[in-house]
């Protein structure tokens, strides 16, 4: 989890610190430690939501001097963007207009700031397959070749054609068959394992799969990995989710 975390010092300690060991009050805040947001982005009319479609708040933690929490700092926020209205005391961000840019978030503690990005989405009405079928000509010598391309979806906000892309949105993907899956495994762009991704400008979002072939049972096995792609908003699968997706998978000869 990224965080933001801020230290700031009195211009005093900072000319004292030459010579000396800094020192503060008990309960005098140095740093704070603003938490990644619970989500990339926030609906438009709605409020920020975690995975399970709670509403969720900012989480930021004060230290002092010792590095020991300060649990009664206190902490207020704001936006430094249009987009998006945020309640200055318990921080609930609620979205009201779309942009292209993410906003930031704000927390203050004293004199001491950090902030968080969020973009600003609309509503994710539908999902749909993009690239629905990928394939694989492994190899066990040459095990670059063991990578297939991304398996994508769609998330769309209205109905079509008027529709619109959802970007900024978070998109889980699992392996459902085969049920044993030790030989693939769901990775990023870059190669790193990774089961979920976040939707682009145009409201795509995908996984590829690398295949372990020394793991597979019959080295000549010719099959398919099927994938379940899924969106979730207020807690409820999007319509069209899960979407199928299939990455074919057969020996080079």
Known sequence: MRRAFFTAFASTALAAAACTDVTGAKNEVLSIQFDTLAAPSVVVDDSLRDSTGAIALPRVTAFDFSGAKVPSAVVRYHSADRGVTVDSITGLIRGDSARLTPVRIIATVGDIQAEQ?????????????????????????????????????????????????????????????????????????????????????????????????????????????????????????????????????????
Not at 124 to 150: E, F
Request: aromatic fraction near 4%.
């Open 117 to 253: 990005p969020l973009s600003v989405t609309l509503r994710p009405d539908t999902m749909v397959a993009a690239n629905a079928v990928d394939s694989i000509r492994y190899s066990l010598i040459d095990t670059t070749l063991n990578l297939s391309s991304a398996v994508t979806v769609s998330l769309r906000h209205g109905t079509p054609p008027a529709d619109s892309a959802v970007n900024a949105y978070l998109v889980s993907f699992a392996v459902v068959s085969p049920a044993t899956s030790a030989f693939v495994e769901l990775v990023d762009d870059g190669g790193r394992k990774s089961a979920v991704d976040t939707t682009d400008a145009n409201g795509l979002a995908g996984r590829r799969i690398r295949l372990h072939a020394s793991l597979l049972g019959n080295p000549q096995l010719s099959d398919s990995v099927v994938i379940n792609a899924t969106a979730k908003y207020r807690g409820q699968v999007v319509k069209g989710g899960p979407v199928r997706l299939v990455v074919r998978i057969k020996p080079r000869s």
